[in-house]
């Protein structure tokens, strides 16, 4: 919380006290340019350029400039930091880009410098940012809520609906992540008594590394002799459990899922030490953000079953109760069975 706080403030002062931290409401019709298509320039800032799910999403993006013609591209920081990141979008506004979707570190410190864009007339769409202010629409693979429901499910199966799991998030700040984790918590409290959380350490930052990952499972796992299952939700935190849990000699009695990439986890699903991953493709979540901004210039009126023209992604649906965050039926469960199926 601290970190929060402290990282807010500091990109208050890089940026200016002029815009309010949670901005002001926006009329999405008011977006609508007067420009041709042709001279539009939509940037996608993903939360790191070097993670291998945001290289699959440039894929996305890099399809979607070739189908319509826009000049879509993706530019991302060096590492995931939220600081970098705004300094992305700030240099984005200054070249005066007409919308810029965001896959947000960390959603709070990014009020400033998005509610920015938004007062300068650009569009702004997030990924992965619910919680969001400064933001005209944030687009999601499915609800929160289900995806953690459905890890949880996973993990209980492995675990023997039986034993002491902890929760592993890329980023303590990440809505998404935090928002599956309660989700699964909730889903365990509710169907599996025989499931505990770890009263001690109930959820592990692993900074959305792979190398934090393994030494954070691999701490906990010789901490605490109990610890039996891993929730994950970093895409990371499967391939960095998984080999702690090889290497202790934990394979059947230690377990992990999470969100994931299949050529990251093919050796864990093939050997055993993992029964499944959890995914949206990337490359379908650069394209429908990049359709989502497409969809706000142009004037379209935003509305349930809006299709954004990739697979999972073609009947949007506001969550209930909001008119800002819209959920598609994007998830794909990934097995020792299926994973050479998907080439990346």
Not at 53 to 75: H, L, P, S, Y
Not at 114 to 141: C, M, P, R, Y
Not at 252 to 273: H, R
Not at 320 to 339: A, C, F, H, M, Y
């Amino acid at each position: 919380m601290k970190r929060t706080i402290f990282s807010g403030l500091a990109l208050l002062l890089v940026f200016g006290l002029a815009v309010p931290l949670f901005g002001q409401t926006y009329d999405p019709m008011t977006f609508k340019s007067s420009k041709p298509q042709s001279a539009w320039r939509i940037a996608l800032v993903p939360k790191d350029a070097t993670n291998a799910w945001f290289v699959r999403m440039e894929v996305g993006v890099k399809q979607f400039a070739k189908d319509t013609g826009i000049n879509a591209f993706q530019k991302g920081p060096p590492k995931t930091d939220a600081a970098m990141q705004a300094q992305v979008i700030e240099d984005l506004i200054a070249q005066g880009v007409d919308a810029i979707c965001v896959v947000p570190v960390d959603p709070s410190a990014l009020e400033p410098v998005l509610g920015e864009a938004l007062s300068k007339g650009i569009v702004v769409i997030t990924h992965e940012g619910a919680t969001q202010q400064n933001t005209l629409f944030d687009i999601e693979a499915f609800s929160n809520e289900g995806l953690g429901q459905t890890i949880m499910q996973v993990l209980a199966k492995e675990m023997g609906e039986k034993g002491v799991y902890t929760t592993m998030v890329g980023n303590v700040t990440n809505a998404s992540h935090n928002e599956w984790a309660d989700a699964g918590i909730a889903y365990q409290k509710a169907h599996y008594p025989n499931m505990s959380l770890l009263a001690a350490e109930p959820r592990v930052e692993i900074m959305d590394n792979l190398d934090t990952a393994y030494q954070r499972a691999k701490e906990l796992f010789k901490k605490y002799p109990n610890l039996r299952g891993i929730f994950g939700t970093s895409s990371l935190s499967t391939p960095g459990t998984a080999r702690a849990i090889e290497e202790l000699g934990l394979k059947g009695k230690a377990f992990v899922t999470s969100v994931g990439l299949p050529n990251e986890n093919k050796v864990y699903l093939k050997d055993g030490t993992v029964d499944a991953v959890l995914l949206w493709d990337p490359k379908d979540a650069g394209y429908a953000q990049l359709a989502m901004a497409v969809a706000v210039l142009k004037g379209e009126k935003i509305a349930n079953g809006l299709n954004l023209k990739a697979p999972g992604w073609t009947s949007m649906q506001f969550a209930p109760g909001s008119t800002k965050i819209l959920q598609g039926r994007g998830w794909i469960t990934i097995t020792k069975d299926n994973v050479d199926s998907f080439g990346f």
